[in-house]
């Protein structure tokens, strides 16, 4: 039996790993997380918000969503403020990164999801944080949304929250059993 070496030396160099230069947190091995904000399509379906709360939440992103129709004319004026803040300004950013999705409560295909958050007035601005809607911070006075300097500290409010459940609620008295 004639054993013949190799043409070359490459299975002696380590092998070639795809995306070796991004980085992976320390404790999971998983991609470090981008603290960018990210603007995503509107939601139009109950499958597409839970989607949205799904990603926000596998990324430790507070997902930030406008409850809104088109015939609301102060959800119109609202929209470029919130979303201008996120997207342009890069508020939240520094404190881990924003998620953000208008929802269109006259979507045909929208059923009964507004219902479900307690969407009693638009505009409303509810964060979610692991899936949860934030009930106790909510926003709903348009006044308020109008306000840039409010605006700015609730979304930094839900961004320091980096995707953790908060707010004084979700569970009994108050969520303090369970954090």
């Not at 507070?62 to 300004?89: D, F, N, R």
């Amino acid at each position: 039996m004639i054993v013949r070496p190799p043409r070359s030396l490459s299975f002696l160099t380590k092998p070639q790993v795809p995306n070796a230069h991004v980085q992976r947190s320390f404790l999971t091995g998983s991609p470090a997380r981008s603290h960018s904000n990210r603007i995503f399509d509107n939601v139009r379906t109950p499958n597409d918000l839970h989607t949205l709360t799904m990603l926000s939440a596998a990324d430790n992103r507070p997902l930030i969503t406008l409850w809104s129709a088109s015939w609301c004319t102060t959800c119109q004026a609202v929209k470029p403020l919130v979303k201008g803040m996120i997207e342009e300004e890069h508020v939240g950013e520094e404190e881990g990164g924003l998620g953000f999705a208008e929802v269109e409560l006259d979507s045909t295909l929208i059923g009964d999801l507004g219902l479900k958050y307690m969407i009693t007035s638009m505009p409303t601005l509810l964060a979610f944080s692991r899936q949860e809607a934030q009930f106790e911070t909510r926003m709903t006075k348009p006044d308020l949304m109008r306000n840039k300097e409010q605006l700015r500290e609730w979304l930094l409010t839900e961004a320091r929250r980096g995707g953790r459940a908060g707010g004084g609620g979700g569970g009994l008295f108050g969520g303090i059993f369970g954090r």
